[in-house]
């Protein structure tokens, strides 16, 4: 029997098993090879496209759990794996397309770390591997903040390590009080009675720290705007969206409906930071950082509306305009040596292509048609909406109403990057390459037609 079990779990882990490859080939190469940099970046490419191309056919039509009832395999799951293997996959080609730095070889080994610990993260339901996971990712991430090592990014990463080692204590706090209620790590499916209802919600909050950390969701959200200002571009691109994908897989996995006042507090003041801090923004990656911590609030809504299928629009449509708007700004950051929104003026009339592309990104960012953010936010309301009619929770109107109110207020920060860049005159700037031309005209099209497909 604990053979027969073993042999199963194998087999259901099969993507992790790939990655955990994948990372020890890409070790063997750098120790064996000499100047295996170009070789590393095509095995990394060649076995991520793989894996991704299996998640695609690989169907899986029902719900089972394994490893013990230590993780769980689904096709909500399947589809959090494309969206972690796709969001590393552009990660690379983005560091390709649009080269910001020399790329040290434990850069690809890094971002596999970052993937096998999200794709555990991604299935878990009990917390011994939900924490093991979870560590996995800060490990690999906080290597990844570091890579630059310029003085910058050394003070981004020393406060990206520290939260990340306060969320992670007081998670595992959580958990011990869990365990002291519950007597059970096997997620939380049973909530006890006799309980205070203040004291279970405040172990769930214990709980979900070291996830809302990743989300970038307030009050856990203070790391961001000095991370992604101080770290390696494609980096700050990756930590915008691809652990926000992993923690909020492993969020909608623990949800309970007595989650709801824990996450939409934190939602609301999400939103709320989010967009009113953007406004004052000048620093083009400080404005994607709080962009970032918008979105997460839009996000943690649709777990709260209970409708994964949102969840999941919404996350493709933000990881595709989140990769346009960084291949932009990392074009025009390798020229300038700059990143303030001020360095954007007159490129949109001396590179229509970039221009057309960041107003895509932009007003996907908002929810404006014809992009596939304005079928993201449509979902994520209606889901709000349809579950207010449900319940009459105060909660969820309050909810939709700021979220509307804060996309009629990201009009304006939004969109202040287009205008430098149409009605603003600027210096002389370098062509798009071929490749780069590509890439911001195919995700273009892809932000809508993925509006097309949702329709």
């Keep these: 029997m604990l053979t027969e079990n073993i042999v199963r779990s194998m087999a259901l882990l099969w993507q992790e098993i790939v990655v955990a490859i994948l990372i020890i080939v890409l ?19 060649a076995g991520l496209t793989t894996l991704l191309l299996g998640q695609c056919f690989l169907a899986v039509e029902t719900t089972a759990s394994f490893f013990f009832s230590m993780a769980v395999e689904s096709p909500l799951v399947r589809q959090f794996g494309m969206l972690l293997t796709s969001g590393v996959l552009l990660t690379i080609l983005l560091g390709v397309v649009f080269p910001a730095a020399p790329v040290r070889s434990e850069y690809y080994v890094l971002l596999c770390g970052v993937l096998l610990g999200l794709l555990l993260l991604a299935r878990a339901q009990h917390f011994a591997l939900l924490l093991i996971a979870l560590e996995t990712v800060s490990i690999c991430s906080y290597g990844l903040v570091f890579f630059t090592a310029d003085k910058q990014a050394i003070e981004a990463g020393v406060k990206y390590v520290l939260f990340g080692i306060f969320s992670s204590a007081l998670m595992l706090y959580g958990i011990s009080l869990w365990w002291n209620v519950s007597g059970s790590l096997n997620g939380l499916q049973h909530v006890p009675e006799g309980i205070p209802a203040w004291s279970i919600e405040l172990i769930f909050l214990l709980i979900l720290t070291g996830l809302l950390f990743k989300t970038s969701a307030v009050p856990f959200h203070i790391w961001t705007p000095d991370v992604l200002q101080g770290a390696h571009l494609p980096v700050a691109a990756f930590l915008t969206v691809v652990p926000k994908v992993g923690a909020l897989a492993a969020i909608a996995i623990l949800y309970q409906p007595q989650m709801d006042n824990v996450l939409g507090v934190s939602a609301l003041a999400t939103l709320l930071l989010g967009t009113l801090t953007a406004i004052w923004q000048t620093n083009m990656r400080r404005l994607m950082a709080y962009s970032a911590i918008a979105q997460a609030g839009f996000l943690l809504a649709a777990i709260i509306a209970q409708n994964t299928e949102a969840l999941i629009y919404y996350l493709w449509a933000y990881l595709l305009m989140n990769f346009l708007a960084f291949a932009v700004m990392a074009w025009k950051e390798r020229q300038t040596n700059s990143q303030q929104i001020k360095t954007f003026a007159g490129t949109g009339l001396a590179v229509p292509l970039a221009g057309i ?23 994520v309301f209606s889901a709000l909406w ?33 205008f430098q860049m149409f009605f603003r005159k600027g210096m002389r700037v370098r062509q798009l390459s071929v490749l780069q031309q590509i890439w911001l005209l195919l995700l273009s099209l892809a932000i809508i037609g993925l509006l097309l497909f949702n329709l």
Excluded: C
């Design 27 to 45: 070790l063997l190469v750098q120790i064996v090879v000499k100047n295996h940099e170009r070789i590393l970046l095509k095995i990394a490419l």
């Design 386 to 418: 349809q579950k207010w009619q449900q319940t009459q929770a105060p909660l969820l109107l309050f909810l939709f109403v700021l979220g509307f109110v804060a996309t009629v207020v990201s009009v304006y920060f939004y969109l202040q990057v287009p």
């Design 357 to 379: 592309a960041m107003l895509v990104a932009m007003a996907g960012f908002i929810g404006l048609p014809p992009t596939a953010g304005f079928a993201a936010k449509l979902v």
